[in-house]
């Protein structure tokens, strides 16, 4: 799978407060990648350094395996990291035309993606007639006119209606169904749950998990399993009528179950199967139970 954004050890000091303590993820193409995080845990800072618009402190990344600098790697991508910044007394349209002509861009693509985002009924009307939603569906658009290999957005339905969020959400599936990238930061589990199939957690600037989206909220929780063949007891495993899932993560695999085992069951399981385990942990709802306590504001859309 192809890598698009790797990022290695990154941290960023603010004076006194270190809002990046040496985070470390990796996107790969295709997926919908939610960096979920309370308030004030470093999303923001982070997005805003890969975007080059805020200087990090140490660590590293890399667009795109390294092929390209970064000012080269940012033409391939579409990132909305504010609230949208249009000529209010111009038309969505002649607003698009404007980041045509700017990025050197056929207008025939404008039509397209005001479909995309279900705003083609009203691209003759002045932006300042729009909603908040609709605002953001256009900034999407705009994001979106040169095709970018990935889409980055930063809290993309804070402050709206559910109407507007859901919108917001069904557009974003919609983007994903497509084949585009997408790496998105909320503070709402339920948003990550509903749009993502991936997640970095952060908390203060640190990474919590990386890893799916079923791994995060699987109800009967997940394995992490390390022995000296990885390969073998991955064959095993996904024999196992109880695991959906199985990833890589450093020397270990994470396993996430649909039905609860014991511990030892799965251990006898295995070592039948020739494998002896060097390291069993059950994490057991831990992760969605820990970040619902980290948030206060919970959605029901
Ligand atoms: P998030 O987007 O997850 O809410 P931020 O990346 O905006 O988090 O902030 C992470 C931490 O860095 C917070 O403690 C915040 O107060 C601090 N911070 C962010 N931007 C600045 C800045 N320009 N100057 C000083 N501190 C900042
Ligand atoms: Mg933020």
């Not at 200087?55 to 391939?76: C, E, P, V």
């Amino acid at each position: 799978m192809d890598t698009i954004l790797t990022i290695d050890n990154l941290q960023k000091r603010y004076g006194k407060v270190q809002a990046l303590k040496g985070i470390s993820f990796e996107i790969k193409k295709g997926n919908v990648y939610g960096i979920l995080g309370p308030n004030g845990s470093g999303k923001s800072t982070t997005l805003g350094i890969i975007l080059d618009v805020v200087n990090k402190t140490s660590g590293s990344y890399s667009w795109f395996g390294g092929t390209s600098n970064t000012q080269q790697a940012l033409k391939k991508v579409g990132a909305i990291i504010e609230r949208p910044n249009f000529y209010p007394y111009m038309t969505a349209y002649q607003n698009l035309k404007l980041v045509c002509d700017i990025k050197q861009i056929p207008y025939s693509k404008i039509d397209e993606k005001l479909q995309l985002v279900e705003l083609i009924e009203r691209k003759d009307s002045k932006f300042r007639t729009y909603s908040l939603g609709m605002k953001q569906r256009l900034a999407i658009a705009s994001a979106l006119l040169n095709d970018p290999e990935i889409l980055i957005l930063d809290e993309p339905t804070n402050g709206l209606d559910p109407q507007g969020i859901r919108q917001i959400r069904d557009i974003i599936r919609k983007i994903a169904a497509t084949g585009t990238t997408i790496l998105l930061a909320s503070h709402l589990l339920d948003e990550v749950e509903k749009v993502c199939t991936h997640a970095v957690v952060l908390r203060r600037g640190e990474v919590l998990y990386t890893g799916t989206v079923t791994g995060m909220t699987s109800n009967e929780g997940f394995f992490e399993l390390k022995a000296d063949n990885l390969p073998q007891m991955k064959e095993a495993l996904a024999n196992h009528p109880a695991v959906t899932n199985i990833e890589e993560k450093d020397d270990k695999l994470v396993v996430v179950l649909s039905q609860p085992v014991a511990g030892s069951e799965l251990n006898r399981y295995l070592f039948e199967k020739g494998i002896c385990l060097s390291h069993l942990v059950l994490q057991k709802h831990s992760l969605e139970e820990q970040f619902i306590q980290l948030t206060s504001t919970k959605t029901t859309n």
